[in-house]
């Protein structure tokens, strides 16, 4: 009887040390995932297609300067967008949401006001230095790296 009460105390305390560890986890992921983790300059790079659907597809390629203020806006500040071989200056000034937890990092979603208006679904990992960007507005899909290069 005693051994059982021993094991029943055991599997309480594990329990509650495990859901404590759940809470503090969350705490954590929530104060990391801040407007002010995107702060600095970055360039975007990222190849794709536009027009996927429906008809014929076109080759799209980006290289853009990206400077996020660490406030929830950002501006490019540079870079130009290859759409089948013409050439357009890059859309700016831009908005993000506030970054929220998802799995170890977070994530956001940027969204240029400049016509033809596109928005980019972010992952953030821990460090921000590396980002994941995919194209979630229009007829277009492409996806690369926004990789820090300076403060």
Do not use: H
């Not at 990206?66 to 406030?71: A, E, T």
């Not at 970054?99 to 928005?119: H, K, M, Q, R, Y």
């Amino acid at each position: 009887m005693k051994r059982r009460s021993m094991l029943l105390t055991r599997s309480l305390l594990l329990a509650a040390m495990a859901l404590g560890l759940t809470g503090i986890a969350s705490v954590s992921a929530g104060e990391k995932c801040k407007d002010s983790m995107l702060r600095g300059l970055y360039v975007f790079t990222a190849t794709g297609w536009t027009g996927v659907s429906p008809g014929s597809t076109t080759p799209i390629a980006i290289i853009e300067l990206i400077r996020f203020y660490g406030d929830g806006t950002a501006d490019t500040v540079g870079g130009r967008v290859s759409v089948g071989g013409a050439v357009f200056p890059a859309a700016s000034p831009g908005s993000y949401t506030p970054p929220t937890p998802v799995d170890i990092g977070c994530e956001s979603v940027l969204a240029f006001s400049a016509p033809p208006n596109p928005s980019l679904y972010l992952f953030i990992p821990p460090d921000a230095k590396i980002l994941q960007a995919m194209l979630i507005t229009g007829s277009s899909v492409f996806q690369g790296p926004i990789t820090k290069v300076s403060d």
